[in-house]
């Protein structure tokens, strides 16, 4: 099992829908200050159940929305998801070559 892609929409730093994609092996994921490197930590911790704001470095959950620009309107809600590669069956439970967790939470503060 090896986590494959992160897919990010609305997530902090993140206005348009990104893809990640992971090959085996090391990757590192490098950029200047600001550029948003450690919101790609973050977009993890988040889908794996993260509650604290403190923890994802805001004042209420709803910080890690978009919260918009002078030339981009806000948006009203965060999705993220992992893909993993289970075609080892480390989730034995699951006969699937490929598992999906998403988390996506709304600014009036509700979460799926």
């Known amino acids: 099992m090896y986590l494959k892609s992160i897919e990010v929409y609305g997530f902090k730093s993140f206005a348009n829908r990104i893809l990640f994609e992971f090959n085996k092996g090391i990757t590192g994921i490098v ?3 600001g550029s948003g490197k450690s919101n790609v930590a973050d977009s ?3 889908v794996m159940g993260e509650s604290s704001a403190k923890s994802m470095r805001g004042s209420s959950m ?3 929305i978009f919260n918009g620009t002078e030339k981009r309107k806000a948006q009203s809600y965060c999705e993220v998801s ?3 590669n289970n075609k080892g069956r480390m989730f034995a439970s ?3 070559d490929e598992i999906v ?3 996506k939470l ?3 503060g509700e979460s799926e």
């Open 31 to 33: 950029g200047p200050n």
């Open 44 to 46: 993890i911790r988040f």
């Open 62 to 64: 709803q910080d890690v």
């Open 82 to 84: 992992l893909f993993f």
């Open 94 to 96: 699951y006969d699937l």
């Open 101 to 103: 967790l998403t988390r």
């Open 106 to 108: 709304y600014k009036s």
